[in-house]
């Protein structure tokens, strides 16, 4: 018990601060409208990587480190595609729902598998491909960036369930995101860390957070955080086409495992700058945060070019936001073939 008092009080994290992207990039505010009360919410994401680098030392030298491997296999990948013989083959990932429920209510076979479905649409392209004719604000040459087959797949291993009112509560008070890995505190231990990706679908996480989801990329959460290297979503943005939330068709999810695969936000780590970048070949430069919904004919560009907020790593609403680009397909693929290679079955 001590030792897991004494984790969960390094890891802390104030993911309240990350509850108004608009606010951060006043100049985009113009471009957006809110459809509801949880459409301003978004990603913990960024909040939880700098809270690591605050605490710890060593952390840009292990990311720094897995760069320069990205980097290289992500330069043989281009080469291929170049030369007309590129071959990726199909890599198959096993994930577990763990479920914490306020209600005690558990979640349904068929939330989980509609979730299941939407997210392998996404990786597949599918989804964009389907989704990219709507009419909804998305910029005539969107589409020419193609669908962004990943050739990754997910495959349900388990649905773990547990009333979780203790462990909710003392999270959503105290802000203190990972005690839900902790049995101890009323969470769920997570299943064969590293080889399989765990899902935390948990009840209030918007209410009380102001975010739909969060993670960590690969290299964040190691030693003794390592346990805490998960995925952690609202349930109310989790299910697909069955989510409860109107505004979410099941995307939060797909967002999320880009992060766990070691994708980021467009704009990289810094916004309102755009000598950062998101370490994308074919993501352009940004200095603007998305969220809510795009106004047709507001202004989406910034460092030169036009934004690519209607990317699955953007925080806009699901309606707005469908595909990976082949550059971000690279980037995963060279992450399951290094830091998270134990994820392929
Ligand atoms: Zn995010």
Request: charged share 20%; glycine share 8%; net charge negative.
């Amino acid at each position: 018990m001590r030792k897991s008092l004494l984790i969960i009080a390094t890891c802390a994290i104030a993911l309240s601060c990350d509850n108004d992207p608009i606010a951060t990039t006043d100049n985009n505010a113009s471009a957006l409208t809110s459809t509801s009360k949880t459409a301003k919410t978004t990603c913990g994401f960024d909040a939880y990587l700098e809270d690591t680098a605050a605490k710890d030392p060593e952390l840009e030298a292990r990311l720094s480190a897995q760069e320069a491997f990205i980097s290289n296999y992500t330069a043989k990948l281009e080469a291929q595609e170049k030369s007309g013989k590129q071959n990726l083959p199909l890599l198959t990932i096993p994930v577990v729902i763990n479920h914490l429920s306020q209600s005690g209510q558990r979640i349904s076979q068929a939330v989980v598998d509609a979730q299941m479905v939407r997210l392998n649409e996404v990786f597949s392209g599918v989804y964009a491909s389907r989704a990219s004719s709507r009419p909804s604000g998305l910029p005539s040459n969107a589409r020419q960036f193609g669908a962004g087959n990943t050739r990754i797949r997910f495959t349900l291993q388990a649905i773990n369930h547990r009333n979780g009112s203790e462990v909710i509560d003392f999270f959503t008070s105290n802000l203190q995101f990972p005690a839900v890995a902790l049995e101890e505190f009323g969470g769920i231990t997570p299943t064969s860390l590293g080889s399989v990706i765990n899902i935390y679908v948990i009840s209030n996480l918007t209410d009380a957070t102001g975010i739909r989801g969060s993670g960590s990329i690969p290299g964040q959460a190691t030693g003794d955080q390592a346990i805490f290297d998960n995925i952690y979503i609202d349930e109310l943005f989790f299910g697909g086409d069955l989510a409860p939330e109107a505004v979410s068709e099941g995307l939060t999810l797909a967002h999320e495992v880009g992060h766990h695969l070691n994708l980021f936000h467009l704009p990289g780590r810094a916004t309102e700058n755009c000598r950062f970048d998101d370490a994308v070949r074919d993501t352009p430069n940004t200095s603007k945060r998305y969220s809510g919904t795009v106004r047709t004919g507001a202004s989406t560009t910034s460092c030169g070019s036009q934004d690519m907020y209607w990317n699955i790593m953007s925080s806009v609403d699901d309606s707005h936001r469908f595909l990976f680009t082949n550059g971000q397909r690279n980037r995963m693929r060279a992450t399951l073939a290094g830091a998270r290679s134990g994820l392929v079955q």
